[in-house]
């Protein structure tokens, strides 16, 4: 199905045009689109909102993000120019487990804003992720990416293991 990109998620590094199609069946990230959960969110169609139960939905996407990894890396071992797309994919599955388990839509257009208040993240991640915004297709940015992501992930057990500790009290 095809529809306008909605005003929250208007970020031209995720949707260079204004309308996309809205994908949900499909095997990852390239093939399914950005944030297809949001887009039907934003569009007031009834489907499943992963933010507000992120436990399920996240090992498929880590398992996802470990093959788009190793893609990138023998992209840019071998000076190679097709990253910029697994770069997306990279910074699409970091936005999501960072807004997921902060309970909020990805809202990619604000990101800046809205991470500042969120309670699990990275130490310094609205520069770092600017960084990797900027200099998307460089080696460094895909560096910067794999630690943020390994350092998201150590903030989501950290937050699974809160979760856990407060319901056996």
Same mark, same amino acid.
């Given at each position: 199905m095809?529809?306008?990109v909605p005003s ?6 995720? *949707?260079?045009?204004d309308?996309?199609d809205?994908q !949900?069946? %499909?095997?990852?990230?390239?093939e399914?689109?950005y *944030?297809?959960?949001?887009l039907m ?6 489907f499943?909102?992963?933010? @507000?139960?992120?436990?399920?939905w !996240? ?5 996802e993000?470990?093959?788009?990894r190793?893609?990138? @890396?023998?992209?840019?071992?071998s000076?190679?120019?097709d990253? &910029?797309? %697994? /770069?997306?994919c990279g910074?699409a ?6 807004f997921? &388990?902060n309970?909020?839509?990805v809202?990619p ?5 809205k991470i ?7 130490v310094? /991640? ?6 990797i915004?900027?200099?998307?297709q460089?080696?460094t940015?895909?560096?910067?990416l794999n630690?943020l992501?390994?350092?998201?992930l @150590?903030?989501?057990a950290?937050?699974k293991? /809160?979760r @856990? ?5």
């Amino acid at each position: 199905m095809k529809a306008k990109v909605p005003s929250q998620l208007q970020n031209s590094f995720f *949707f260079p045009n204004d309308y996309v199609d809205i994908q !949900i069946q %499909g095997k990852g990230l390239k093939e399914r689109g950005y *944030f297809p959960h949001e887009l039907m969110f934003f569009h007031n169609m009834k489907f499943s909102q992963p933010w @507000k139960d992120e436990e399920p939905w !996240i090992e498929p996407l880590i398992n996802e993000w470990n093959a788009i990894r190793e893609e990138l @890396k023998v992209s840019f071992r071998s000076r190679r120019q097709d990253t &910029y797309e %697994g /770069m997306r994919c990279g910074m699409a599955f970091l936005l999501t487990i960072l807004f997921w &388990y902060n309970a909020e839509p990805v809202t990619p257009l604000s990101w800046r804003e809205k991470i500042k208040g969120f309670q699990w993240k990275a130490v310094n /991640m609205e520069e770092r992720l600017g960084f990797i915004f900027e200099n998307a297709q460089s080696f460094t940015a895909f560096i910067q990416l794999n630690e943020l992501i390994v350092e998201q992930l @150590k903030q989501c057990a950290k937050k699974k293991v /809160m979760r @856990k500790r407060n319901l056996t009290k």
